[in-house]
């Protein structure tokens, strides 16, 4: 889910879906407290709420506060270490994902994608670009969005490359990283290669170990000049 989404349209999102449990962040908890309002519908659906990040300060919400049965998600699987849980057989038609709209026109709309869509386009860039478990993948876009959860995340799943996700895009510190974490590839967008491209030129500015990148779109005004300053492939 966005994770800027509150109030009405985090209600919507929670119905429409139906969730049987909800994972989310200690800093993100106090957005909960808009159910609390009788006129507010909580989904009947959510058995659980568990929370990732920090067992720190607590001063906006208390566990008893929560509207469903609440518990740290470290904690539920040290619980179940060594128990198999009971899968069902999905089908590669079956849905994987909801994915909602950017709700220009009105509420987000929910958007079924089934195993097979997902994995056909990470199959498709990891054909594409040339992924192996020997490559490293760098990408700084949220996971709720389709590009990081598709073209990165699940590229590195199906290749068996190394996912190195960070929280937030940062032009002038992205080669650092790459060299620190070795990235051999990242995902991008043009206003992100912009960004890259106004900085300072260095004289390190080949000396990184990145192949190529992928994304859309490249801007043409500059976009073979990016790759021979930095020594990469763009494919678009």
Same mark, same amino acid.
């Given at each position: 889910i966005h994770n800027?989404?509150?109030?009405p349209w985090l209600e919507h999102v929670l119905n429409v879906t139906e969730p049987k449990a909800l994972v989310i962040h200690v800093d993100l908890v106090d957005r909960l407290s808009y159910f609390e309002s009788d006129t507010v519908a909580w989904p009947d659906s959510i058995?659980?709420?568990w929370l990732v990040g920090a067992r720190g300060d607590q001063d906006n919400w208390s566990f008893d506060s929560l509207p469903a049965p609440t518990s740290f998600l470290d904690d539920v699987l040290i619980e179940n270490v060594g128990t198999k849980p009971d899968l069902p057989i999905v089908k590669e038609t079956d849905p994987a994902y909801i994915l909602f709209t950017s709700g220009t026109?009105?509420?987000?709309k929910g958007a079924l994608l089934s195993h097979r869509a997902a994995l056909s386009l990470a199959n498709e860039v990891v054909e594409t670009v040339g992924y192996t478990n020997t490559d490293a993948?760098?990408?700084?876009?949220?996971?709720?969005?389709?590009?990081? &959860?598709?073209?990165?995340?699940?590229?590195?799943?199906?290749s068996g490359a &190394?996912?190195?996700i960070h929280p937030k895009f940062t032009a002038s510190g992205m080669w650092d990283i790459c060299r620190a974490e070795n990235v051999t590839g990242f995902t991008y967008v043009g206003?992100?290669?912009?960004?890259?491209? &106004?900085?300072?030129?260095?004289?390190?500015?080949?000396?990184?170990?990145?192949?190529?990148?992928?994304?859309?779109?490249?801007?043409?005004?500059?976009?073979?000049?990016?790759e021979e300053r930095f020594d990469i492939e763009l494919i678009e």
């Open positions: 800027e989404y509150r109030g058995e659980a709420i026109t009105g509420r987000s993948m760098y990408t700084a876009f949220p996971l709720f969005h389709a590009s990081a &959860k598709f073209t990165a995340a699940m590229v590195s799943l199906v &190394k996912s190195v206003a992100m290669l912009a960004q890259i491209w &106004k900085q300072p030129r260095c004289n390190d500015d080949r000396d990184n170990p990145v192949r190529r990148a992928w994304g859309a779109p490249a801007p043409v005004e500059f976009a073979a000049d990016f």
